[in-house]
């Protein structure tokens, strides 16, 4: 057997593996990177077999049917993984006329060019494709690395069809091309990038999970908000940055609890979440600092005060489900702006004084840096005193 030969049988033995290894394990996007490496095994070992000497462009036209549908597959879960809606419409109608085109060049124009550098080409497409998506995502270093590693895999196949275009003999048969030196550097690329991709893939989903440990770490489940250590590694990422800081608690929650139950609390935890998430916005973000207390921060030249009532009005005019059915439920805050340089303690128990101050003031209102008419005092006693 020569090198050739076993090149030949290693190549969709190595591709099955690491489907096998991929369906099974259950990992994200598993079964479906699964299924693109078993593919592309079927239509390598399909391409050892010799082609017969009647109705050989079947044989061609079933090959390549696995390789694009192999690449197809690949190229749709690296559109998922990046968080792009997959053109599985246009991959499939690709795959079609792939196979259609090897039909006809093989069948009627009796052209192993053509049908070559036609499949060479669409396969080319997908993996463009894949590139596209992947360059939405580009958080990580792997992200980078996959990124990296599809444009080689593009450019490589760009170089082969100019290869079979300048360089193949118009006239050589499908045997000829198996022996040749093309076929060999196809099986070869084919083995190389199998592995790399297996490898920058097991990676990459090793940093997902991780990833999406951490972020459950620091996640509050029923709100949707971070949590307290979310919120205070946030926090300490944007130390540096000049904004508004809302500490509020909702108003005699416990008695909500008590009359209508549990769940009726949960709906409004949740509801809250959604209401902060969108005052927010993409900027800013909010935390459920624990039981019925809440945080935000956001990067906003506008008053404290101005912002706290925009919260505390939204929530007020929200209207509950059964049978919170004409329950108004209200919030204390306190809002101050966070200083150059200031750390976020120092600001913490500005904002959460002026919390306290607007609970001891009557509850349902806001107390902020502008309530004050100088400086910075208690300012529970200062409410008291105003009275």
């Given amino acids: 057997m020569t ?61 390549d049917f696995f390789f694009l549908s192999g690449i ?15 053109p599985i419409r246009t991959l499939t109608i690709l795959t079609l006329f792939g196979t259609a085109l090897a039909a006809v060049a093989i069948g009627y124009f009796d052209s192993l060019r053509l049908e070559a550098a036609g499949t060479t080409a669409i396969c080319a497409v997908f993996t463009g494709i894949a590139a596209f998506a992947l360059s939405k995502r580009m958080v990580h270093q792997i992200d980078k690395l996959l990124f990296a590693a599809t444009v080689l895999f593009a450019l490589n196949l760009v170089a082969q069809i100019t290869n079979i275009v300048l360089s193949a003999d118009a006239h050589m048969t499908v045997t000829e091309w198996r022996d040749s ?7 070869l690329m084919g083995a190389i990038f199998g592995l ?3 490898f920058i893939f097991i990676l990459a989903i090793g940093l997902d999970v991780l990833e999406t440990l951490r972020s459950e770490s620091e996640t509050d489940s029923l709100s949707g908000l971070l949590n307290r250590r979310g919120f205070t590694n946030r926090m300490d990422q944007r130390r540096h940055e000049v904004g508004v800081l809302l500490i509020a608690d909702l108003d005699h929650f416990k ?19 959604t209401l902060i998430t969108g005052m927010a916005g993409k900027d800013g973000f909010g935390a459920r600092l624990g039981g019925e207390e809440f945080a935000v921060f956001m990067p906003s030249l506008l008053e404290p005060e101005i912002l706290g009532e925009r919260l505390r009005d939204a929530l007020m005019r929200t209207r509950w489900p059964h049978p919170l059915n004409g329950v108004e439920v209200t919030i204390s805050i306190g809002a101050t702006r966070i200083l150059p340089d200031e750390s976020l303690p120092i600001a913490y128990r500005r904002a959460d004084s002026f919390l306290y101050a607007a609970k001891d003031a009557g509850r349902n209102r806001v107390f902020s840096d502008g309530n ?13 005193a105003a009275q």
Avoid at 36 to 44: M, Q, R, T
Wanted: aromatic share 14%; glycine share 12%.
């Fill in 3 to 63: 090198h050739s030969d076993l090149l030949e049988w290693c190549v969709p033995l190595l591709l099955a593996c690491l489907g096998t290894m991929f369906y099974f394990l259950k990992l994200p996007f598993g079964r479906s990177l699964g299924a693109a490496y078993f593919l592309s095994a079927v239509g390598f070992t399909l391409a050892i077999f010799p082609v017969p000497a009647t109705g050989g462009w079947i044989k061609v036209a079933i090959e």
């Fill in 72 to 86: 197809a597959a690949f190229a749709h879960v690296l559109a998922l993984r990046s968080g792009v809606h997959s």
């Fill in 181 to 187: 030196p093309w076929a060999f550097a196809l099986q």
């Fill in 196 to 198: 790399v991709f297996a």
């Fill in 255 to 273: 008695r909500i609890n008590d009359r209508y139950g549990h769940d009726a609390g949960d709906c409004i935890i949740a509801g809250i979440g």
């Fill in 372 to 384: 004050q008419s100088a400086g910075f005092g208690d300012g529970r006693k200062w409410a008291i």
